[in-house]
């Protein structure tokens, strides 16, 4: 319904690069008071720096066009939009755990009040706010006691609070129960009688149709179609999502499936009520696909150690393992190349030499227990021209290289630990296409030697290239198993938002 | 009934009081000159400095930062008021009890922001700012003074040791005051609820505008402001100051401050826990001594004590911390 | 070659710095360069430089120790009071060595396994052994120790004191320790990137425990040298180690927060305190003086080192397009 067409929020011309790496190209988004806006794509479409540039918290490349309540500029700071009343309720929700309830939502209504804080003043105001929702919570009780739904519902709370004009939310339903989002749906009405603007990002396509006006698509970085909800019907978005884009050679291991290496039977990973089995053969690449929240890392961490499953067994070539730790995981033979490479993988400040050999310590040894520098010279540099990895300087700081070049470092880094079972999880990640390549091949390579691989990818095309199966998650538990022969990248995404549902 | 019991005893402040108040019993039982009047009130006086620092101290861990040099810092408010009062010998309008008190506090301010200033805008980490500074304090405390004591501080200032309104003698007013001071800027001032947001989310507070070199600063200003404070209270109480004055007293105070419920990764406030945990630490030291256990054993128990509660309270954190985690998990859809 | 000098930049800083410091102090006072304060110097590094050892390798794995002094403290009132009391000295030496053991065992336990912040944990750690040590001498100094003790604490090997040979044995020891181990590899990585060390299957909690306990051990050397010198042991004996030592090491390049620097770099932090410490103390300048310097210098060189890193950021960043905020993981969009 657009019954009130006033624009408050426009955004022409916006492109975005990281580190030579186009994420979005001259996107568009207008948001209009009153009105629902569906933000929609695929993981990596570039919704959320779309959403973090609109709020001032990322600085869009030269010559965007952003107009805010009539004025324009190039580019803005996040303070601006807050004070214009742009609200971001961003996904780690910037609440503050151990103030209250009452005390967060009134936070910058508080600040601004003045020097002194009246506590019933805002505990008054907050039961009202509360209550307006529908919202029953203890105005006193922590924020560390709520469950992260329960946190969504304060943060949107919060973000109604203040004289907000435009709301931003970025999978608000996604940790909800049935109940919240009804209340949720409720406060969206709120909003929007009153005439605020919403933005919101989503998968749910139930949610889309029942609560947007418009929708946009992102695909690439790029907007594919933008327009009123009811000009389209799930399979136009699906199509509009995946879209025909440049697809990958085809890097899948040819021949036989080999024995079964990596078993996992009725594994009860922490947060998930079903348990989960699968196989991991020999000579073959499985990947793992699903929407951001399906558990799929989850299982890496469970599988790797790191959150280890209360119940389940877990066996590498036949013979039952227990992995406790990490530490355990890697005695069993098991590998795992983590999603953040920053900040859970490279070593920065070291060289890559040493974020290379660390796995391969215990066989770098010379008589006197020592590691022998040129024993792991040699490694490193023949993994370095293996992987083609640049700069070819065994001594460069490993913080210092590409994403792609250091994705290459983690990779050598597993390789050379030489595990039955290699878990990679988003391999390549923002990298350029050209190594991008060059991995799926490295993998290929990995699993042809016997190794069992078990890729964790967003990217269909991807996926579609490599793999020899396919797993789809949702919710935690593995919904559908296919191959890239029987499967289009739409039947897959089509799975990834609806499989297994009744 | 046993939800109440488990609910009180869930707050910190509870828990300490009940064990203050079982130690007190077993040392009545032990030496029944524990519960004497002159005694009690004798804790409760000869403790008011170190409470003053760990009441400081609580509130500079909320942004998780530590102090160490508060020690050096009371020695030298100590010096300079005690050679101060000494020199003048009468009270008068420029040098009495008010206007030293306000010297102290503002020395110390003046110090404390010297470290802020580190700590804040050149964004060195506490621990070495303040080790730093209290070494430098120390030794320029030492060289001027050639390690000389000041003692003979006149009887306006030190009688407020025991003399006061009502017979609560002033050093304890001074207290109470210090904590209703301290009491509202934490609840009820906009910079005090900053201090907590701090605290509690560092990287969100400056999302919403906190500036947080600011509130950074203010910490330390506080605390210097208050070992300034105890420096005079040094002052009355011992009747004298010297350059050592008070070596080592920042681990009493942190030990005080986390027994009374502060949190070593920051976030929580428990003024009254504070003062409870100074008590305990004091009722203990007394309780020692009442019982004929020689001087050197205090050092052990009080240390002992300390490790017990932080252990206990790391990993009280720790569980709460992973259970956080799980639940703030974007959970898996029903 | 010129990698070799450009990857450490700063111990031939530090090493031109305590030249030029020589030469300097040499010139104002005569008689430094004599053999006599030569000697005198050397000794006065020892003990600094072993705490300067242990603490280094703690901090390089993102912690501090600052309850070293008090174990130094502990041991030695422990031997002290064993041997006073009848007991053969080997034994004494030997449970003097347990207690070392179970002190750094201790902390490692708080820090590695417990997770107590380090900071918090050893602060505890010190009022405790400093406390026992106390109970242990009734808080006097405790004196009478056999002959043959001061066999650590006064030996000469020719004309160079055998505790210098130790300090020079144990520095190199500990670099060789932290460069070529395993184990030395492991405390750099989890000093640089706990969270990375973890997800690289390295044994966090197991590698901070022998951290810890192998800097026990290095204040176990402290104590014997220290109260075998004087044939004393006092509870304070260490005390005013924890500061310098913690000087030393960042002075000499390695970061508080771990992961970086090197062991030689402390070293010559300890070289250079050393020389302005004798070389303050021969131009009368008093004890008290040359902490102030000490505590000064620290923070004036950690300021300096900060604000240079920032403006060499500022020149970097606006030579590429500015950015509001720099994000640190890309997330998936």
Known sequence: MTHDAHSLVALERVSKTYSGIRVLTAAHLEIRAGEVLALVGENGAGKSTLMKILAGAERPDAGAAMTYFGQTYEA???????????????????????????????????????????????????????ERLGLSFDPDALVETLSFGQRQMIAIARAVASDVRVII?????????????????????????????????????????????????????????????????????????????????????????????????????????????????????????????????ELAHTLFGITPAAHGHIAIDGVPVTVGSPAQAVAHGIGYVPEDRRLQGIFAGHTLSTNVAISAFDRLLDPLRRIDPRREAALVAQYISDLDIRPARATADAGTLSGGNQ????????????????????????IDVGAKREIHRLLQRLAASGTAVLVISSELPEVLAIANRILVMRHGRIVAQTTPEESTQESILALELNGGAQ | MSAIISRVLQRREAVLALVIAVVCVVVTLISPQFVSGTNVVNILTSNVVLAVLALGMAVVLVPAHIDVSVGAQLAVVAIVVSDLVIAVGEASVLVNPITMVILGVLMGAVLGALNGVLVSWVRLPAIIVTLGMSSILRGVLFATTKGTWSSGVPGWLSSLQVKGPLGVPWVLVILAVTVAALWFFMHRTTAGRNVMALGGNREAAARLGVKVGRVDMTVFVIMGALSGLAGVLYVIKMGSAQPGAA?????????????????????????????????????????????????????????????????AAVIQDRRAARAQRIAAMAPKEQ | MKQFMSRHATEWVLLGLLVVLFFAVSTLSPNFLSSNNIFQLARQMVELSIITSAMACIIISGGIDLSLGAQVGLTAVTMAVLAVNGCPLAVAMLVGLLVALAAGAINGVLVGYVGVPPLVATLGTSLVFAGAAT??????????????????????????????????????????????????????????????????????????????????????????????????????????????????????????????????????????????????????????????????????????????????ALRTTSALQPSAVATTKEESL
Do not use: C
């Not at chain 1, 994705?407 to 880094?413: E, G, N, S, T, W």
């Not at chain 3, 951290?211 to 014997?224: E, S, W």
């Not at chain 3, 090197?262 to 008093?286: P, R």
């Open chain 1, 76 to 130: 803005v700071t996040p303070q601006q939009t807050l004070d214009w009343g742009v609200s971001v309720i961003y996904q780690d929700l910037s609440l503050f755990p151990n103030l209250s309830v009452a005390e967060n939502l009134a936070f910058s209504r508080a600040r601004q009040a003045g020097t002194v804080y009246r506590p019933g003043q805002w505990r008054t105001e907050a039961v009202a706010l509360l």
């Open chain 1, 169 to 297: 939310m970025d999978e608000p339903t996604s940790a909800l129960s049935a109940v919240e989002v009804d209340i949720l749906y409720g406060i969206i009405d709120q909003l929007r009688t009153a005439g605020v603007g919403i933005v919101f990002i989503s998968h749910k396509f139930d949610e889309v149709f029942r609560i947007a006006d418009r929708v946009t698509v992102l695909r690439d970085g790029q907007v594919i179609t933008s327009g009123p909800i009811a000009d389209y019907t799930e399979d136009d978005l699906i199509a509009a999502m995946v879209g025909r884009r440049t697809e990958y050679d085809a890097a899948r291991v040819e021949g036989e499936q080999g024995p079964v290496v990596l078993s996992v039977r009725d594994l009860m990973v922490d947060g998930v009520d079903q348990p989960l089995s699968l196989d991991v053969h020999a000579n073959e690449v499985v990947a793992i696909t699903g929407l951001v929240g399906s558990g799929r890392t």
């Open chain 1, 407 to 430: 994705q290459k470092v983690l990779l050598a880094r597993w390789m050379a630990a030489k595990p039955r079972v290699l878990i990679v999880d988003e391999p390549t990640n923002g």
């Open chain 2, 247 to 311: 070596v080592g007293i920042e681990m009493s105070a942190i030990a005080a401050a986390i027994l009374g419920g502060a949190s070593v990764f920051g976030g929580r406030i428990h003024l009254a826990g504070t003062l409870l945990g100074v008590l305990l630490l004091g009722v203990i030291e007394n309780a020692l001594v009442l019982s004929g256990v020689p001087v050197y054993w205090q050092g052990l128990v009080s240390g002992l004590i300390v490790v017990t509660a932080v252990t």
């Open chain 3, 135 to 312: 109970v242990m001498s009734r808080g006097r100094a405790v004196s009478g120790f056999p002959k043959e003790y001061l066999v650590f604490g006064q030996t000469m090997w020719g004309p160079v004191p055998a505790q210098v040979v130790a300090m020079l044995a144990i520095a190199a020891l500990t670099w060789l320790l932290m460069t070529s181990t395993r184990w030395g590899r492991k405390v750099y990585l989890i000093g640089a990137n706990p969270i990375a060390a973890r997800f690289a299957g390295i044994r966090v909690p197991r590698v901070l425990l022998t951290t810890y306990v192998f800097a026990a051990l290095l204040a176990f050397v402290v104590a014997v040298i220290l109260s075998s010198r004087t044939a004393t042991a006092r509870v304070d004996l260490g005390d005013a180690y924890v500061l310098s030592a913690i000087s030393a090491v960042v002075f000499g390049g390695i970061s508080i927060m771990g992961g970086r620097g090197n062991v030689l770099g402390a070293f010559l932090g300890v070289a250079i305190f050393t020389v302005i410490q004798n070389g303050l103390g021969l131009a009368g300048v008093s004890v008290f003086i040359q902490t102030v310097v000490i505590g000064a210098i620290l923070i004036v060189v950690l300021t300096a080192r900060e604000l240079f890193a920032r403006a060499r």
